[in-house]
């Protein structure tokens, strides 16, 4: 059994109501591969998530991008997993790298996250990468090896979670990881969960590319043999999105 392609789209803190319908009528409209070929998820901001959960075609699913460390509580303006849960919500993203930075959120405090989403039946998209400054200094695997390590300390079962790569000098710059630059990373992130977590996980887990994916570029990443989908942000709310979805039959013939 091939791990089986994935593609998300993290609308990030973009929409309203009227074009949050519109990307929905888009993706309902549009002619995909099956599900059995691609798991596509796409994730609205919190105040959309029911309007596309109930809009949204029954193959793809709906992920939140961020959920509280914890059950809730005295946590204003925060949103707990088991509020998701309630909602039908079957996907949450964390750690993603804005939250890390803007947000000052841990490796420890997102792999806390991680392990109490997993807990409450959430299945979970966990974002690693290095900043350029990490990258430049040759610390690259360290940096995703330690993020990754903090999720594993606190995770047994990792069926239900996404490894996403999204090297942050690529996010929303243009500036793209080659497809050599981005197999290298997810190899070494394979090779990290064999060593310390298994080789089963390893095996199964789907390693996903996140940073400046787009329509133009998607194909040549997705022929890469350790890369299992994309993350996308900005092009996950154009038309591109149908063709980077396309692009999971790259892998299945490659």
Not at 16 to 40: H, M, Q, R, W, Y
Request: aromatic share 8%; net charge negative; hydrophobic share 45%.
């Amino acid at each position: 059994m091939g791990r089986k392609f994935f593609v998300g789209g993290n609308w990030k803190c973009n929409g309203t109501g009227e074009e949050v319908k519109k990307i929905v009528t888009t993706l309902n409209e549009a002619e995909v591969p099956s599900e059995d070929v691609v798991e596509v998820v796409v994730s609205p901001p919190f105040v959309f998530l029911p309007l596309v959960k109930s809009l949204l075609r029954s193959d793809f699913h709906v992920s939140a991008q961020n959920c509280w460390v914890r059950k809730g509580g005295a946590f204003t303006g925060e949103v707990s997993a088991e509020m998701l849960v309630n909602l039908g919500i079957p996907w949450v993203i964390l750690g993603h790298s804005e939250r890390r930075a803007l947000l000052n959120e841990s490796n420890e405090f997102v792999g806390d996250k991680v392990a109490y989403a997993l807990s409450q039946g959430l299945k979970v998209i966990a974002c690693v990468g290095e900043t350029l400054e990490q990258r430049e200094s040759g610390s690259t695997v360290a940096v995703v090896a330690a993020q990754t390590k903090a999720i594993a300390d606190k995770v047994s079962n990792w069926e239900n979670v996404v490894l996403a790569y999204e090297p942050v000098w690529a996010i929303g710059t243009g500036k793209v990881a080659t497809p050599v630059q981005a197999q290298e990373v997810h190899v070494e992130l394979r090779k990290w969960l064999h060593n310390n977590v298994g080789a089963e996980v390893a095996a199964s887990t789907r390693i996903i590319y996140g940073g400046s994916v787009n329509g133009a570029n998607c194909k040549e990443l997705a022929t890469q043999p350790d890369l299992d989908g994309f993350l996308v942000g900005g092009a996950s709310l154009k038309l591109e999105f149908i063709d980077i979805i396309k692009s999971a039959t790259v892998k299945k013939n490659h």
